[in-house]
Structures are given as C-alpha cells and as structure tokens.
C-alpha cells in the first residue's frame, strides 16, 4: 500500500495509554493514513462513532474499565452499525 492509496482511510485508536496512542497516530500517519482519531478509553469511543464513521478501529485489549474484548463485543451487539461496510 502506497501513502497515497490510505490517503482516503479513517482510523480510530482507543488506548489508555497517552503515549501508546501518540505512537500509533505516528505509525498510521507514516503509512498514509490522513485521519486517525484517538479515544482515551470505550467510553470515549462510543461517543466518537455516533458522530464519524471509521475503516477500521485499534483498541488496546487491557483496558481500566471496559477493555477492548467487552468494546468490541458490544460493538457487535449494538443495533447501530459503526462502519462503511457494515
């Protein structure tokens, strides 16, 4: 994949970790992508895909509170569909 092909991608990182999600922005933008959002934790996320639509999420598995497992099964679950292909 060229930088120009992921041009169009959008990204959405949910990590605790502050400096976890400042590296992974690094690396998505390096590859291309244009628009990477962060969320802090499931919470925050939630919030942010009633308003975006993303290609695809990283979610970081050990998470304080609802960890990435329990996000991604309610993710599921969830009569909203989040994505473009969805």
Not at 58 to 80: A, N, P, W, Y
């Amino acid at each position: 994949m060229t930088a120009s092909s992921a041009s169009h991608i959008a990204a959405l990182v949910i990590d605790d970790n502050a400096h976890m999600r400042v590296l992974l922005r690094g690396l998505l933008m390096g590859l291309g992508v244009r628009k990477v959002v962060e969320a802090s934790d499931a919470s925050d996320a939630f919030e942010v895909l009633q308003t975006q639509v993303f290609d695809f999420i990283l979610c970081d598995v050990h998470m304080i509170g609802l960890d990435g497992i329990e996000f991604t099964q309610l993710l599921r679950k969830s009569e909203k569909k989040f994505g473009r292909y969805t």
